[in-house]
């Protein structure tokens, strides 16, 4: 790998870059620079640019895809991820990196905005970047301990052999507590104690200073807890990382970099008119198929009206499909932010962690309040989740239970402390 210039992309257009040049094996070759865009292009001149940007705005997964790549492969992100996306997939933009030796394939999902934004802003400043990576997904993986990387108030988490996470809560106690790092001294005193983990915390001397007294006082919380101080900034550390590193490139799709080596078109001229004549022999093969699939898609077309008419059959049914998402659409606009539903899975989880005979039998979701059909072995057994999911600083109320031949089957919600419980 050539000498690369690592430009690191700040939280806001209002705060500086900060870039660094490294040499084929990802050591410094200069020393740290920070400054304007702007400023950038005279330095990077002759080199090839990586942008890292603020991981807190991306989404890394790790789902089981089926086999294939290209198009194909990405039609299948959506479906294998639709638990963890809140937001329309077509605002949604997702990168693909390797697929791992499990048959996981590695992805990578951000706001069309946000890529926009953060590629109009190099655009603007005359840069050219050659890849794109989320900042924390060159943290090293460290077999024997969890990684962690703290920066003002953001904590990223990374175990052996698993993806990089982030964390936006302060103080550190209560990240870690959130990350699963360290055990919750609030935790229900029957659940199953959580065994001290081997950790090495990465952080710059002024963090250091910030957060010395608190993370010395939770030392004993650790089987081992080992500091390394980052000197120069985190810019450093990650670019070591930058050659074996399997971070996904965002620059993808309608995000892809031109293909510099274009002007060579000449020498893959005859190759690319067999490849045009095979792909002609191809379509003409298809030709049978598509007019089978026209068949079928009317058919569908059909049922779909049918369908439509059933659901809402007030409305005239003109484009079924796009009037269907119109009313999906409206229905997201007055939910609430995925934070809550996010919060409230999270505290309904722990709460139900150390519950025996205890199942959700059904749960729905609508504005800010997770309403759930419970059965348990008994009311006190109620009683603990609505405690525990208390100690998350969310409401639970149960609303009514009803005795059942396997204990009790009871009506309960959970929403923020501030929101009015729904009948």
Known sequence: MPSTLILRLPDSA???AEWLVVDETGMPAGSRQSGTLASVQAAARGLRIVALVPATQILLAEPELPPGS???LLRAVPFALEEQLTEDIDQLHFAIGRRKAGGAV???VVAR????AWTGRLSEAGITAAAMYADMALMPDNPGHTVLWLEADRLAVRRPGGLPCMIEIAPVTEALVFGGVIADPAADAEAEPKAPENAL???TREDWTRVQAEVEGLMERFESLRIQLLPDG???WLGRELASADAVN?????FAVADEYAGQWRRWRTAAVLAGVLLGTHVAAQALQIRQANKETAALDAEIAQVFSATMPAEAPQNPRRQMQSRLDRIRKASAGPQYFLHGIQALSAGMAGLQQTSIDALSFREQTLDMKITAANVETLSKLSQAVARQGLA???QSSTPVPTGVEAHMQIRAAAAGAKR
């Open 106 to 108: 590695a992805v990578a």
């Open 396 to 398: 639970c109320d149960i």
């Open 234 to 236: 985190p810019l450093p």
């Open 113 to 116: 905005t946000v890529m926009q």
């Open 250 to 254: 965002l620059l993808q799709g309608d």
């Open 14 to 16: 209002q705060h500086d």
């Open 70 to 72: 290209g198009t194909k």
């Open 201 to 203: 915390l990465y952080l």
